[in-house]
């Protein structure tokens, strides 16, 4: 049976899967900093299209190559952007208005409270000039951010594991096929 991409490949998959999980939880929950996570896509992008043709042992032919990186870096791509949005949904969601003083704001949990929270803050006109002007108005922009964010984060994570899977195929190291694992 010929494959598109080797079993190391698959494997890399889902380990860029773990790799999606400990940053979304690393810069989402502990640091919460959203654009490290943005920051970091690329990188771990290029670590998992290097990682599934090491895993691979694959050298040439370098489309084969090419495309362990892209498999790899396709999963791991998708993994972070589910998770990078799953994990604001939530927060955004489950927004009950409990304030750290005890108190708590009047609004509906979910978007209501959020967008409440962001008006006790004082960003009441910046809110205006995106054309945000009530709970529905945010709850459609935020999803809207949101679809985007991921896709970014996939396209981000995929362009990477490419750089990674270009790096390894047009490295000097020539190998050939990959040895058989007993």
Not at 8 to 25: D, E, S
Not at 29 to 55: E, T
Not at 70 to 91: C, E, N, S
Not at 162 to 167: F, I, N, Q, S
């Amino acid at each position: 049976m010929n494959r598109i991409v080797d079993l190391g490949a698959v494997f890399a998959g889902w380990i860029g899967l773990g790799m999606a999980v400990v940053l979304a939880i690393a810069f989402e929950l502990v640091i919460p900093v959203q654009l490290l996570v943005f920051l970091l896509a690329p990188l771990m992008g290029v670590v998992i299209g290097v990682y599934a043709n090491v895993r691979s042992e694959r050298w040439r032919p370098r489309p084969r190559v090419l495309a362990n990186a892209a498999w790899a870096g396709v999963v791991t791509g998708v993994g972070i952007a589910v998770l990078y949005v799953a994990l604001r949904l939530v927060f955004v969601y489950a927004d009950t208005g409990a304030l750290p003083t005890g108190l708590s704001l009047e609004c509906r949990t979910g978007p209501e409270c959020t967008y409440t929270r962001y008006l006790e803050a004082g960003r009441a006109a910046e809110l205006e000039r995106a054309g945000i002007t009530d709970a529905a108005t945010f709850e459609a922009a935020l999803l809207g951010e949101l679809a985007y964010g991921g896709g970014a984060l996939m396209v981000l994570t995929f362009g990477g594991s490419l750089v990674g899977g270009a790096a390894r195929a047009l490295s000097s190291r020539g190998g050939g096929e990959p040895r058989a694992v007993a």
